[in-house]
């Protein structure tokens, strides 16, 4: 580009030049020859010279390298090497998240071992249950079906009717005690409050007692509770019933 306005400036220079040299109205016709001598050489070489400079000042310009303002920008090695590890990352992290949001096969197996144990659960709660309602059933085979149901969720509530009929009934002591200690489990029977408070308030057994103060903690918030283990714990004439309904005011 910067050649083909070189060569337009020289065209127009070099067309002004012969037009000065040659132009009829330029200089009287009886001085035209002479003038011309003088004039033509020295007109010439100025015009070559200045299309000689505006030639060199376009070549330089078409070398130069692009600026903005003032200030050349040249390419940054270090700068684009940045940009594509930020990009990396970024992309790593949206492939991240994209994966994380995908929704999860579930674990067959472990959904069938879940099922199977709840199955299994159900089987024996049904079982114990049995064995409890059983009339032909004994008062042990039915205190070791009431053990096993401790870890148990939920009991029927014919069970604990029966399980409640034996701790109130039973001439032995070690019977109702291990009644109402069994009844200290994960499972919750509001019909067992009134049956514990009467054991701990009249039993002649401090072991009933004391089992009875211990199991009271899980109905804290059922009526006459707290008056009665409070009672318990000031007055029980057994240090170990004072101790246990002690223990249980403290987890309120």
């Given at each position: 580009?910067?050649?083909?306005?070189?060569?337009?400036?020289?065209?127009?220079?070099?067309?002004?030049?012969?037009?000065?040299?040659?132009?009829?109205?330029?200089?009287?016709?009886?001085?035209?020859?002479?003038?011309?001598?003088?004039?033509?050489?020295?007109?010439?070489?100025?015009?070559?010279?200045?299309?000689?400079?505006?030639?060199?000042?376009?070549?330089?310009?078409?070398?130069?390298?692009?600026?903005?303002?003032?200030?050349?920008?040249?390419?940054?090695?270090?700068?684009?090497?940045?940009?594509?590890?930020?990009?990396?990352?970024?992309?790593?992290?949206?492939?991240?998240?994209?994966?994380?949001?995908?929704?999860?096969?579930?674990d067959t197996?472990?959904?069938?071992?879940?099922?199977?144990?709840?199955?299994?659960?159900?089987?024996?709660?049904?079982?114990?249950?049995?064995?409890?309602?059983?009339?032909?059933?004994?008062?042990?085979?039915?205190?070791?079906a009431w053990?096993?149901?401790?870890?148990?969720?939920?009991?029927?509530?014919?069970?604990?009717?029966?399980?409640?009929?034996?701790?109130?009934?039973?001439?032995?002591?070690?019977?109702?005690?291990?009644?109402?200690?069994?009844?200290?489990?994960?499972?919750?029977?509001?019909?067992?409050?009134?049956?514990?408070?009467?054991?701990?308030?009249?039993?002649?057994?401090?072991?009933?007692?004391?089992?009875?103060?211990?199991?009271?903690?899980?109905?804290?918030?059922?009526?006459?509770?707290?008056?009665?283990?409070?009672?318990?714990?000031?007055?029980?004439?057994?240090?170990?019933?004072?101790?246990?309904?002690?223990?249980?005011?403290?987890?309120?």
């Amino acid at each position: 580009m910067a050649a083909a306005l070189a060569g337009g400036v020289a065209g127009a220079a070099f067309g002004a030049a012969t037009a000065l040299v040659l132009a009829p109205d330029a200089v009287p016709a009886n001085a035209a020859s002479t003038r011309a001598e003088r004039v033509a050489p020295a007109a010439a070489s100025e015009l070559a010279d200045r299309v000689a400079a505006i030639e060199a000042r376009l070549a330089n310009l078409e070398l130069a390298p692009v600026a903005t303002g003032s200030v050349v920008r040249e390419p940054s090695v270090e700068a684009s090497a940045v940009d594509d590890e930020r990009i990396e990352r970024l992309e790593a992290t949206v492939a991240s998240l994209v994966a994380e949001a995908q929704p999860k096969a579930p674990d067959t197996e472990e959904m069938l071992r879940r099922i199977a144990s709840r199955n299994a659960d159900n089987e024996f709660v049904q079982d114990s249950e049995a064995t409890i309602l059983d009339p032909a059933a004994s008062v042990e085979e039915k205190m070791n079906a009431w053990r096993m149901l401790r870890d148990s969720r939920s009991v029927s509530d014919v069970v604990i009717d029966e399980m409640i009929r034996i701790g109130t009934t039973s001439a032995d002591p070690n019977v109702r005690a291990d009644v109402w200690r069994q009844a200290d489990g994960k499972y919750r029977s509001t019909a067992l409050v009134t049956p514990l408070l009467s054991a701990l308030a009249s039993d002649t057994s401090y072991r009933v007692r004391s089992e009875a103060a211990e199991t009271l903690a899980n109905y804290l918030d059922e009526p006459g509770v707290i008056a009665a283990l409070e009672l318990a714990a000031s007055s029980d004439s057994s240090d170990e019933v004072r101790s246990e309904a002690r223990d249980s005011l403290g987890k309120r």
